[in-house]
Every structure is written in C-alpha cells, then in structure tokens.
C-alpha cells in the first residue's frame, strides 16, 4: 500500500486548503478511508473518514468545516478545510482505517498544514 498526502502549506486563520491522497496497492473502492492528523506534541487523532460509497463521519473539532470526499475512479480522497483556525495546524495523513501491516497502520509521509493567526 503506497499513500501520497499533498496539498498542505501556510494559510491564515480562516482561510482553506484542499489535500489529496493518492492510494495504490490495495482494493481502493471498498476500503473506508481516514484523515488522520499530528499536532507536535501530541497524539495521532482522526479527523474525518469515509466509505467506500461516500458515508462520511467527522470529528467534532472539524464538523463544518472540514469536507471529505474520494474519487474511487482516481484512487484518491480529499480533504477539503474551510475556516481553518491556528489549532489545526498539524501534520494529515491518510490511511486505509481498515488494513494494517504487522499489526500498525499504513501510513505515508503526511502533508504539512500550518495555520498562522
């Protein structure tokens, strides 16, 4: 499984960013996907996932503002954030939520996203 995060940078409060994730190497369609992020210091937390068929769930912190969506024909899932606030400044990562490798989680190298106030 080969995850690519992309779209990250620096926004101001309140301002959006879209981030991309391409996915290879397993069964994309069926699989429900997760944005998870890292803050520094703190924990891996998910943000938002999604079905195979587009049900999606949020997390509160994000319910609102944060959009999530895929194109099961591109292998890819989006994150679309909309007034994004200083404290979502973290490092997002997508991840097949069902699928691990030797018991952890697929992970690729994240997309920087940095809030200024």
């Known amino acids: 499984v080969q995850l690519v995060e992309s779209g990250g940078g620096l926004v101001q409060s309140g301002g959006s960013l879209r981030l991309s994730c391409e996915v290879s190497g397993l069964q994309f369609s069926i699989n429900v996907m997760g944005w998870y992020r890292q803050a520094p210091g703190k924990r891996r937390e998910l943000v938002a996932d999604?079905?195979?068929?587009?049900?999606?769930t949020y997390a509160d912190f994000v319910k609102g503002r944060f959009t999530n969506s895929r194109d099961n024909a591109k292998n890819s899932v989006y994150l679309q954030m909309d007034s994004l606030k200083p404290e979502d400044t973290a490092v997002y990562y997508c991840?097949?939520?069902?699928?691990?490798?030797?018991?952890?989680?697929?992970w690729g190298q994240g997309t920087q996203v940095t809030v200024s106030s």
């Open positions: 999604i079905t195979g068929r587009g049900r999606t």
């Open positions: 991840t097949p939520t069902g699928l691990r490798i030797d018991g952890n989680m697929y």
